[in-house]
T-cell receptor, first 111, second 113 residues
C-alpha cells in the first residue's frame, strides 16, 4: 500500500535560519502530495499542495517540491520565525479518498 | 472557511466502558473522517463517510464504530474502551472534488484508564 517516510522527528532552529524537511513516498498511483501543519492545541491544516514534479507549491513563505526520480518531496523556508514552530506532516493522497500521513517533524524555532 | 467542532475536547474513560466522540461541521461538506493521532504514527484513518446514513472503514477500524445521522454530524463510538485506544482523535471534513484538502477539528484527547 501507499506509505510516507518522514525521518526528521524534531528540528530546532534559530530565527532567520533556513528550514529543509524531506520525505520519501511510495505509491502505485500518480502521487498527489501535500504538506499539513499543526500548531499547538489545534488540528492539522493544509499548508501546501504539490501536484506535479518540479512544480513548486508556495504558501506563507514556504516552498514545496517533489522529485519523481527519487520519490521524495521537500518543504523549505528561507528564514523561519518563532511563529513557525509547529509540527509539519508530509502527506500522500491516494487514488481514492485517503490521505496517508508521515509521522511528523516537530519544528522549534528559538527567538 | 469550514468550521469543524468536536466534543468533548477531553475525556477520561474506564476500560470496558462506552465512549462516544462527536463531530459537527457547519460548511455543508459531504465527506467526513475520523483519525487518531499517536506519537510516532502521525494520523491514521479510522472511519469515513461520503453521505449521511453511510459509513466506511478506514485503515484501523477495529474496536470502533461510526455513525453519520446527518450531513453535519459524525460520531465515533468505542463500545468497549481499551487502554490501547488512549489517543487524540481528530474529525475532518472536505468537499467532493477537493477531498484531499481536509478541514480538521481541534481534536479530542481520550484517556482510557
Amino acid at each position: 500500500g501507499d506509505s510516507v517516510t518522514q525521518m526528521q522527528g524534531q528540528v530546532t532552529l534559530s530565527e532567520d535560519d533556513f528550514l529543509f524537511i524531506n520525505c520519501t513516498y511510495s505509491t502505485t498511483w500518480y502521487p498527489t502530495l501535500f504538506w499539513y501543519v499543526q500548531y499547538p492545541g489545534e488540528g492539522p491544516q493544509l499548508l501546501l499542495k504539490v501536484t506535479t514534479a518540479n512544480n513548486k507549491g508556495i504558501s506563507r513563505g514556504f516552498e514545496a517540491t517533489y522529485d519523481k526520480g527519487t520519490t521524495s518531496f521537500h518543504l523549505q523556508k528561507a528564514s523561519v520565525q518563532e511563529s513557525d514552530s509547529a509540527v509539519y506532516y508530509c502527506v500522500l493522497g491516494d487514488m481514492g479518498y485517503k490521505l496517508t500521513f508521515g509521522t511528523g517533524t516537530s519544528l522549534l524555532v528559538d527567538p | 472557511e469550514a468550521a469543524v467542532t468536536q466534543s468533548p475536547r477531553s475525556k477520561v474513560a474506564v476500560t470496558g466502558g462506552k465512549v462516544t466522540l462527536s463531530c459537527h461541521q457547519t460548511n455543508n461538506h459531504d465527506y467526513m473522517y475520523w483519525y487518531r493521532q499517536d506519537t510516532g504514527h502521525g494520523l491514521r484513518l479510522i472511519h469515513y463517510s461520503y453521505v449521511a446514513d453511510s459509513t466506511e472503514k478506514g485503515d484501523i477500524p477495529d474496536g470502533y464504530k461510526a455513525s453519520r445521522p446527518s450531513q453535519e454530524n459524525f460520531s465515533l463510538i468505542l463500545e468497549l474502551a481499551s487502554l490501547s485506544q488512549t489517543a487524540v482523535y481528530f474529525c475532518a471534513s472536505s468537499v467532493p472534488g477537493r477531498i484531499y484538502e481536509q478541514y480538521f477539528g481541534p481534536g479530542t484527547r481520550l484517556t482510557v484508564l
